[in-house]
Every structure is written in structure tokens, then in C-alpha cells.
């Protein structure tokens, strides 16, 4: 058995369907509040997964307020198991965007340390860890490989912070997610390579327009943060999940009939 197997039903048929919406409260969102808007309305949207910042009551807040599979976000291996006991079902290292702002940016290597700290201490958790979008192309796809020497199980993308689109409309959704759909691509193409069926999350900087093209470049689900979590009320947040659902489910639809 994998560790991918000691998920939740419901959320290993998403990422074998390869429609897995999870939604992003935030790695630094400690607030009470905000975490319980935003798990709500993931819950009520339709959200496979919920990823959260890594604090064990947060975890049994989201846990019971989404009735959803819960990640806990961290870039501090020794939080993770304590979330975990709180009933978190995936530990990732990241999403970095956060940290950008204020000049912090973590290397190959950096990352991969923190990933197998990670392992050494929850070697039977499922593992998610975030490839930096700064790194090139080819790097975050050799960072990725190497990640999965070490026992990660899923691959994480991001990019939306570096992303500064000039157009207005449709495409400037495009122009906003094109890093993260371009770090997707290639580290899905390098694990078909080397015959690797690790799932990649496409995330940061996505929208319902641009979650198709990140599931038809390689993706096995989507990663949501600020298209949600921005939003000002539950009702509007739980409108924006359904429409992400909706846009994943009408791509998996199309995608089998035309099979």
C-alpha cells in the first residue's frame, strides 16, 4: 500500500480523475475566523482538500467546519506532527509565496532538506512539497525528481506572486497563471520521463478560466488561494469554489467524451 492509499476515499478518486480542487486559506492565516470562512465555504463549494496553516486547533476547527480532508502548511517540519494528531491528513512543506515580499526565498537544496526532516518525522503521513517557482524551468523539474528520490508524494507548483499581467479580461487570467501552468508543464513532462506517477497540483495565481489548462498540461488537481481567501464574504467565497468545481468538472466531462 502507498502512502497515497491512506487518504480518504473521496480524495484519491480526485486525484486519480485528476480533478482535485483543494483551497488555500493560507501558511501564514492564523486567525480563527478567517480559517472557519474559508473552511466553510470550501465545504459547501465542493473543495477535495483544504490547506491550512499548520496549528493543531486550526486543524480540528477546519476538520469539522469543512467535513473536507485537511493539509496543514509549513515550512517548519517539527509543527507537522502535532497537526497531524489533530487530524490533518497531508503535510506540505510551502507554498512559499508568502515569504517572497519580504526577500525570503528558499533553494533546491533548502527545500530538500526540509523535506526529508519532514519524512524522518512522519514517515507514514502522505507528503506535498512546493517546487519554488523563482528556480528555472529546468531546475524545478531536476528539484522535483529529486524530491521524489527522497519519499514525497505529491509535487506542488506555484508562480502566481512573479506574475504581473498587462492585459485586462481573459487574458490577463492567462498571463497571470502562465508560471505556475509553465512549472507544471515541465515537471509533469520530466516524471512521465522517467515513468514517475507522482501527482503534480497546479497552484497560485489560478482562476475558473486557467484550471482546465493546468489539468490538460500535466496536473492531477488545482491548488486556490487568494481567488478565494481575498474575497470579503462566505457567500462570495462559496460562489468562487463553485464555480472552480463546475469549471474542473466540465474539463473532466469534455476530456472523457472526447476519449
Known amino acids: 500500500m502507498t502512502r497515497l492509499q491512506t487518504l480518504p476515499v473521496s480524495l484519491q478518486k480526485s486525484i486519480q480523475d485528476r480533478s482535485l480542487l483543494k483551497v488555500i486559506s493560507g501558511l501564514n492565516n492564523f486567525n480563527p ?24 486547533n486550526l486543524v480540528e476547527l477546519a476538520v469539522e467546519a469543512s467535513n473536507t480532508p485537511v493539509c496543514v502548511s509549513s515550512v517548519e517540519p517539527k509543527l507537522f506532527p502535532e497537526a497531524v494528531k489533530a487530524g490533518a491528513s497531508i503535510i506540505e512543506i510551502g507554498n512559499f509565496d508568502s515569504f517572497y515580499p519580504d526577500g525570503r526565498f528558499f533553494s533546491a537544496d533548502e527545500v530538500l532538506s526540509l523535506a526529508v526532516e519532514s519524512r524522518r518525522l512522519l514517515p507514514e503521513v502522505v507528503l506535498s512539497v512546493t517546487v519554488p517557482h523563482f528556480l528555472p524551468l ?10 521524489i528520490d527522497r519519499g514525497i508524494d505529491l509535487i506542488q507548483t506555484e508562480g502566481g ?30 516524471l512521465k520521463e522517467c515513468h514517475c506517477d507522482i501527482p503534480v497540483i497546479c497552484a497560485s495565481g489560478l482562476s475558473e478560466v486557467t484550471v482546465p489548462m493546468a489539468i490538460s498540461v500535466g496536473a492531477s488537481g488545482v491548488g486556490i488561494g487568494s481567488a478565494v481567501n481575498k474575497l470579503n464574504t462566505e457567500l462570495a467565497m462559496i460562489a468562487t469554489v463553485k464555480g472552480l468545481r463546475q469549471a474542473l468538472n466540465s474539463f473532466k466531462l469534455a476530456s472523457t467524451i472526447s476519449q
Open 161 to 190: 506572486t512573479s506574475s504581473h499581467p498587462i492585459s485586462p479580461g481573459t487574458l490577463g487570467l492567462i498571463e497571470k497563471a502562465s508560471p505556475t501552468l509553465a512549472g507544471t508543464f515541465a515537471i509533469a513532462a520530466a
Open 138 to 147: 529546468d531546475s524545478q523539474a531536476q528539484l522535483a525528481l529529486n524530491l
Open 33 to 56: 475566523e478567517s480559517v472557519l470562512r474559508i473552511s466553510k465555504a470550501a465545504g459547501l463549494g465542493g473543495a477535495d482538500l483544504l490547506d491550512i496553516a499548520c496549528e493543531p
